[in-house]
Nanobody
């Protein structure tokens, strides 16, 4: 059974930093494309960052230069380092695993950027 478990969300003031982590189990992690998505209230879920099995990365324009995605195949984890956070970054952040046609989602972790 494939499981993705996110951690690291919370409340942070504008300009602050936060690191999210997602641990995968029940699947061959190193072959997966891993992504972070987010969904703010009343908005559609959107791609934040993606990292392929080969380590290539892609980011939404709104987070380029502020967020960094990384993966540790030995620990079956993908991380999202978020810096210079803005109120508009407030959302539920979801971990996604893509196995070439089959997708898996975590339960989500809330990130709130507010003073």
């Amino acid at each position: 059974q494939v499981q993705l478990v996110e951690s690291g969300g919370g409340l942070v003031p504008p300009g602050g930093s936060l690191r999210l982590s997602c641990r995968a189990s029940g699947i061959i992690f190193r072959t997966l494309t891993m992504s972070w998505f987010r969904q703010a209230p009343g908005k559609q879920r959107e791609l934040v960052a993606r990292i392929t099995s080969g380590g290539s990365t892609d980011y939404a324009d709104s987070v380029k230069g502020r967020f960094t995605i990384s993966r540790d195949n030995a620990k079956n984890t993908v991380g999202l380092q978020m810096k210079t956070l803005k109120p508009e970054d407030t959302a539920v952040y979801y971990c996604n695993a893509d196995r070439g046609g089959a997708e898996y989602w975590g339960q989500g972790t809330q990130v709130t950027v507010s003073s």
